[in-house]
């Protein structure tokens, strides 16, 4: 429990958006370097653990994986495995977390669909890629640098300058979607880009799906009349870059939908 608390408060701090005042980089690099610590020595607890003639195919976890084939000549070295496990610990919660708070925000602010997924709870795995369709934890891709001149939408775009890839923009896009700005739970044909794609699809997406699924569904469940406590613009949203809220105050009473 205690290493989750950490965790959160690490990825937090690490994540927040800049502007930064002095003290929030402070606290920021403070996060950074515990967490860099954490890991480290978590890795260096794991090293008796792991055979050093098992390859990283047979190990029992992603560490423990990680570290053997850092051993086995695949060119992974210390620092990047320590680099990798930090990204997985900031993105397995941040990512998850907001798409679950996003997502009950989106259902508290559309009721009728809140109702029908209440009513329906089989529309649980569709509901999901709609709630990340419609307001995602990324909201932009990291950024992106071209190696050449080239031209985007009639726009030009000199070599070496900074792109952001807006995910959430594309997740709206009315050339692929029918009335993209409203939430619908049955929306079929989903094909939307909120885990990336290609060589930087996420490689916890169907984890991440599995989490919602079972966070939303369970809440529903026991909370069927759950309702939000503030008018939604009162609602506060973080400073991160993960979008997501610092709060969702809500009434919660238990039993059967009214």
């Known amino acids: 429990m205690e290493?989750?608390?950490?965790?959160?408060?690490?990825?937090?701090?690490?994540?927040?958006?800049?502007?930064?005042?002095?003290?929030?980089?402070a606290t920021g690099e403070q996060a950074v370097a515990a967490m860099r610590g954490y890991v480290e020595a978590l890795v260096a607890d794991r090293w008796s653990e792991v055979p050093s003639h098992s390859s990283h195919e047979e190990q029992p976890d992603l560490?423990?994986?990680?570290?053997?084939?850092?051993?086995?000549?695949?060119?992974?070295?210390?620092?990047?495995?320590?680099s990798m496990l930090m990204l997985l610990l900031v993105v397995g919660h941040e990512t998850t977390a907001n798409l679950i708070s996003n997502g009950m925000v989106a259902l508290l602010r559309h009721p009728d669909q809140l109702q029908l997924l209440v009513e329906r709870p089989w529309l649980l795995p569709s509901a999901i890629e709609e709630l990340l369709r419609y307001d995602g934890p990324a909201q932009q891709a990291t950024l992106r640098?071209?190696?050449?001149?080239?031209?985007?939408?009639?726009?030009?775009?000199?070599?070496?300058?900074?792109?952001?890839?807006?995910?959430?923009?594309?997740?709206?896009?009315?050339?692929?979607?029918?009335?993209?700005?409203r939430l619908d739970i049955t929306r079929a044909d989903n094909r939307h880009i909120a885990f990336g794609h290609g060589i930087h699809f996420c490689l916890g997406?169907?984890?991440?799906?599995?989490?919602?699924?079972?966070?939303?569904?369970m809440l529903l469940e026991r909370f069927p009349r759950i309702a939000l406590a503030v008018d939604p613009d009162r609602i506060p949203w973080r400073r991160s870059f993960m979008r997501g809220p610092d709060s969702v105050p809500v009434r919660l009473t238990p039993g059967e939908p009214s």
């Open 3 to 25: 290493d989750r608390v950490n965790i959160g408060a690490w990825a937090n701090a690490a994540m927040l958006m800049p502007p930064l005042t002095a003290d929030e980089r």
């Open 145 to 181: 640098v071209p190696t050449e001149d080239v031209e985007i939408g009639g726009v030009p775009i000199p070599a070496g300058s900074l792109l952001s890839v807006v995910i959430a923009s594309a997740n709206r896009d009315p050339g692929h979607f029918v009335d993209p700005d």
């Open 63 to 82: 560490i423990s994986a990680l570290m053997s084939a850092r051993d086995s000549g695949l060119r992974l070295t210390e620092n990047e495995m320590t």
């Open 205 to 217: 997406a169907r984890l991440a799906r599995l989490e919602g699924q079972v966070a939303i569904g």
